[in-house]
């Protein structure tokens, strides 16, 4: 039996980052091609697309048309959901998810990045409101 191997590395994207192109007018996925230099897929949990869902249910203004923009994106670019169990925080359930396979995780929450980074987690941040940058030690 021959098994196809994935080749190509995961980028998962947080709730938040989804929200940079609205807030800061930046194409987080030509970005992502310019400092990723190996084949990749994107993905994003469940938990992020039911708080997306969540923001334009509930809030009002920019926050519910960046959640608009961000839903649309991920419908477009045709981005993989990863199904969550449980009742886990999204945040507890991307630092599970990056420890067991893996992941590039792309989030602009500090908290997360740090948590991630200690983990020993590459990172994509926003730097300066417009362009992303790889974070993988310590020294952020």
């Known amino acids: 039996m021959n098994k196809k191997k994935n080749n190509y590395k995961k980028i ?3 709730t938040n980052f989804l929200l940079i192109p609205y807030q800061f007018r930046v194409d987080i996925f030509t970005q ?5 230099h190996f084949p990749y897929k994107i993905f994003v949990l469940d938990k992020g697309i039911e708080e997306l869902k969540k923001i334009v249910g509930e ?3 920019k926050s519910r ?3 608009k ?8 670019k045709n981005i993989a959901i990863v199904n969550t169990e449980g009742d886990k925080k999204a945040d507890d359930a991307i630092i599970e998810l ?9 989030t602009q929450d500090k908290d997360l990045k740090r948590r991630l980074i200690n983990y020993g987690t590459t990172v994509i941040i926003l ?4 362009i992303l940058a ?6 952020f």
């Open 12 to 14: 998962l994207l947080d």
């Open 32 to 36: 992502i091609d310019k400092i990723i």
């Open 59 to 61: 809030q009002k203004g």
């Open 65 to 67: 048309d960046a959640a």
């Open 69 to 76: 923009i961000a839903l649309k994106l991920i419908a477009i």
């Open 98 to 106: 990056s420890s067991k396979s893996n992941y590039v995780v792309a």
């Open 127 to 130: 730097r300066q409101k417009k």
């Open 134 to 139: 790889l974070v993988n030690d310590k020294g």
